[in-house]
Structures are given as structure tokens and as C-alpha cells.
């Protein structure tokens, strides 16, 4: 069974930095773009940023040249550098990633269970 397991989260004050961790276990063939998303209390869901297998890399506006993404395809594992967090940083962040398990002809999305982030002072 596929999982995607996130760590990293915290309360950090504003101008601080936190790093995201999510790793994919189980029974994977390949894994296509892995992507981490947030959601506030009382808002929808929204793409913070992605990449692809080969490292392309895309961006919200509200955190570009703050937020770095990266991967390690050897590890099946995504990180979210986050550095000079604000306030409106605040939301549950979730791991994304779609992929193909072993045994199945098309990949799919999974997601994490999500890890909390706070900024605050």
C-alpha cells in the first residue's frame, strides 16, 4: 500500500524558516510530479508548488523567492524549504504526489495526511 508520509511542520515566528519533509513508501514503479499544497481555515485548497521528475519547478505567487521545492528520487521523498514565513503562511500543508504502483497500468494521485504550520509571534 501506497503512502505518503509528511513531517516538519511547527510553529515558527514571522521571518522564520521550516522545511518540509514527505516521503512516498510501498509498492512504487514511478513517480511523476510530487507537489505540496496548503489549506487555511475557511479557504480552498490551493497549489503552493511542484516538480517534475526531472527537477522543473513551479510556484504560487505568494511564495516565490521565499519557498524552494526539491526532490530526491533516489529517497521517493519532496521537500518545501520555507523561509521568511508570514502570518498568511499559516494553513495544513499537504504532500501530493502522483504515481504508479507496482502491478497498475496508469498512475494516480496520492496525497498526505497533512502537517500543520503556524506563524505567529
Known amino acids: 500500500q501506497v503512502q505518503l508520509v509528511e513531517s516538519g511542520g511547527g510553529l515558527v515566528q514571522p521571518g522564520g524558516s521550516l522545511r518540509l519533509s514527505c516521503a512516498a513508501s510501498?509498492?512504487?514503479?514511478?513517480?511523476?510530479?510530487m507537489a505540496w499544497y496548503r489549506q487555511a481555515p475557511g479557504k480552498r485548497r490551493e497549489l503552493v508548488a511542484d516538480?517534475?521528475?526531472?527537477?522543473?519547478?513551479n510556484y504560487a505567487d505568494s511564495v516565490k523567492g521565499r519557498f524552494t521545492i526539491s526532490r530526491d528520487n533516489a529517497k521517493n521523498t519532496v521537500y518545501l524549504q520555507m523561509n521568511s514565513l508570514k502570518p498568511e503562511d499559516t494553513a495544513v500543508y499537504y504532500c501530493?504526489?502522483?504515481?504508479?504502483?507496482?502491478?497498475?497500468?496508469?498512475?494516480?494521485?496520492?496525497w498526505g495526511q497533512g502537517t500543520q504550520v503556524t506563524v505567529s509571534s
Open positions: 516538480i517534475t521528475t526531472g527537477g522543473s519547478t
Open positions: 510501498g509498492s512504487i514503479a514511478s513517480i511523476n510530479t
Open positions: 501530493n504526489a502522483n504515481l504508479r504502483p507496482h502491478g497498475y497500468m496508469w498512475s494516480r494521485t496520492y
